[in-house]
């Protein structure tokens, strides 16, 4: 292979990782799904709490009067980084805890929604409003 077809495949294949490396960041979604235009306060025990990129995610069984029966919610939070600015750690929940947490509900009705604030085991207060960003300096 002589010298210029090497360096051309060079180039077309840093440009390919480039391109390809750049594809994560764009990717992230929107929050359309979210109806922002109305808040839902859930009252109910934790299920589950994961502490997790790009985004932690919080369950809740919700007493459902129409069911007759609690029902899971999932709640997606921020990042463990920007949680941590609002001061929630990984073991803030656990299951069985009883919590407070409003929410954006999913425009489609489905049981889901993104979280705004929440009242957590002890009367602890967290709220996204709060929220720093995980890289200041403190």
């Known amino acids: 292979m002589n010298l210029k077809v090497v360096s051309l495949t060079a180039i077309a294949f840093a440009a390919v990782a480039s ?36 985004h932690s995610w919080l369950r809740v069984m919700v007493n459902d009067e129409k069911a007759g029966k609690p029902l899971l919610w999932a709640i997606e939070l921020s990042s463990p980084g920007r949680l941590v600015t609002m001061g929630m750690k990984a073991d803030s929940v656990k299951p069985g805890d009883p919590v407070s947490v409003t929410i954006y509900p999913m425009r489609d009705g ?29």
Do not use: C, Y
Not at 39 to 51: A, D, Y
Not at 119 to 134: H, M, S, Y
């Open 19 to 54: 391109v390809a490396m750049d594809v994560p960041a764009s990717a992230h979604h929107s929050f359309a799904m979210f109806d922002a235009g109305k808040t839902v306060i859930l009252q109910g025990t934790v299920k589950e709490f994961e502490w997790v990129n790009p």
């Open 110 to 138: 489905t049981r889901g929604g993104q979280f705004i604030q929440a009242t957590l085991p002890g009367g602890k207060q967290v709220i996204r409003a709060n929220a720093r960003d995980e890289n200041e300096e403190r």
